[in-house]
């Protein structure tokens, strides 16, 4: 069982400008990810995928880099586009998909996850954050009636994909191009653990984490 984790890199970033490369404590923001994932026992191989090379001398040892067409750069690129193109070029059993946005995501979260799916009870994994509260969804309610307002420790509650990783065989993304299959197992993240770095708001919180947390 071959499993290997990706992380697409892309550095024309249009909300936050250099983000992948911008420094969150002492390191380039995409590093503390590929730590991560290279720090998980589950995991074979990591690479970067990034159609520039010159981000080589900055990748963690250990880390693998490939380069990927500067045609996946563009802004309406889908990511199947690129999820498509890696496991053209790189075979495995397992693909970990993960995000250089997502920072504070831990080794003992994924390999958790991984030896779900490696147990035959799920056939692909996600990192979700628990949200119990009342939510609504095009214009109703989502999990609870007006009628009978429910104490919000009883409400369902709903989870929301936080984008930090995605676990999936290569036969689910060959045979259905689905990076979740009809089993997935959900890997539960507090709100810090499964922050998504998508504005400037984001990283200057990140920062704020990153030096409380003595992260460099």
Not at 24 to 36: A, N, Q, W
Not at 173 to 178: A, D, F, G, I, S
Request: hydrophobic share 40%; glycine share 6%.
């Amino acid at each position: 069982m071959k499993t290997v984790a990706f992380v697409p890199i892309r550095l024309n970033s249009q909300r936050v400008e250099g983000k992948n490369l911008r420094l969150l404590g002492r390191e380039p923001l995409m590093c503390h990810i590929l730590k991560t994932l290279l720090a998980t026992q589950r995991i074979d191989e990591v690479y970067v995928y990034c159609s520039d090379e010159s981000i080589r001398p900055l990748l963690p040892d250990g880390v693998k880099f490939l380069r990927r067409s500067e045609e996946l750069d563009r802004d309406t690129t889908l990511g199947r586009e690129i999820y498509d193109a890696f496991t053209n070029e790189v075979e495995a059993d397992m693909y970990v998909l993960a995000h250089a946005t997502s920072p504070f995501i831990r080794s003992r979260t994924i390999d958790e996850a991984l030896g779900k799916i490696l147990s035959g009870d799920y056939d692909s994994a996600l990192s979700v954050e628990r949200i119990q509260t009342f939510a609504w969804y095009e214009g109703r309610p989502l999990n609870y009636s007006p009628d009978n307002v429910p104490r919000t420790q009883t409400l369902e509650p709903v989870y929301v994909e936080t984008s930090a990783f995605f676990i999936f065989p290569r036969r689910l993304w060959c045979e259905r191009r689905r990076r979740i299959g009809d089993r997935p197992y959900m890997a539960v993240v507090d709100r810090i653990e499964g922050m998504d770095i998508d504005y400037p708001e984001d990283f200057a919180m990140a920062e704020v984490i990153a030096a409380a947390r003595g992260i460099g």
